[in-house]
């Protein structure tokens, strides 16, 4: 069955340090991968899309890359501030209309001052 | 534009019960869809609608029914509610399903059912 994980339930960085988000993928060959942040309480918000024929992409501090022959992608915010806590959830989505959208279940991040 | 809004915001419910989550976008978005989000489950896919009266199972359709009468409104009815079903309800809309288009997401409706 299609699979997706994100990297630890939760992740510690100091404020200013670059923090990485990892998510792997198996059984799905996905057409477009998407971030999202999440903060409580509060519905997710799209960040930056990724195509599969993309290598990285940037906006602002963050970057996200994409490896489809490694079934990974990774999203980095590069100085990061205490504003950036929040939870980063993955998204894969294929190429037709009958493909499913499906999440991973998200990594908490905390950015410490 | 108001985006993506759902009510009620809290909701508790008896087991048994039914009742209706609203959900309305004013973004002319053709596609629909409902999730619901647990405790180290993430983001799950109930239904889904591709326009006005094409609607869609997902991922964990049991219990919910769907209807897309308008292009705006996209309401989830629970028929009989059960303690399994106590979640955090999201409805998400996008111009497109395909293309890769982001989705936008209402503020969560939180349901309990005792």
């Known amino acids: 069955s299609q699979k997706i994980e994100q990297n630890s339930e939760a992740l510690n960085i100091q404020e200013g340090k670059t923090a990485t988000l990892t998510c792997n993928y198996t059984n799905y060959s996905p057409a477009y991968l998407q971030w999202y942040r999440q903060d409580p309480g509060r519905g997710p918000v799209f960040l930056l899309l990724i195509r599969e024929n993309e290598k990285e992409k940037r906006k602002e501090r963050l970057k996200v890359t994409f490896d489809t022959t490694l079934k990974q992608s990774l999203f980095h915010i590069t100085a990061s501030q205490p504003a950036d806590s929040a939870t980063y959830l993955c998204a894969l989505d294929g190429m037709n209309r009958d493909d499913k959208i499906i999440f991973g279940k998200g990594t908490r991040l905390h950015i410490l001052p | ?114």
């Open chain 2, 1 to 114: 534009n108001a985006g993506v809004t759902q009510t009620p915001k809290f909701q508790v419910l008896k087991t048994g019960q039914s009742m209706t989550l609203q959900c309305a976008q004013d973004m002319n978005h053709e596609y629909m869809s409902w999730y619901r989000q647990d405790p180290g489950m993430g983001l799950r896919l109930i239904h889904y609608s591709v326009g006005a009266g094409i609607t869609d199972q997902g991922e964990v359709p049991n219990g919910y029914n769907v209807s897309r009468s308008t292009t705006e409104d996209f309401p989830l009815r629970l028929l009989l509610a059960a303690p399994s079903q106590t979640s955090v309800y999201f409805c998400a809309s996008s111009p497109r399903r395909t293309g890769g288009y982001e989705q936008y997401f209402g503020p969560g409706t939180r349901l309990t059912v005792t």
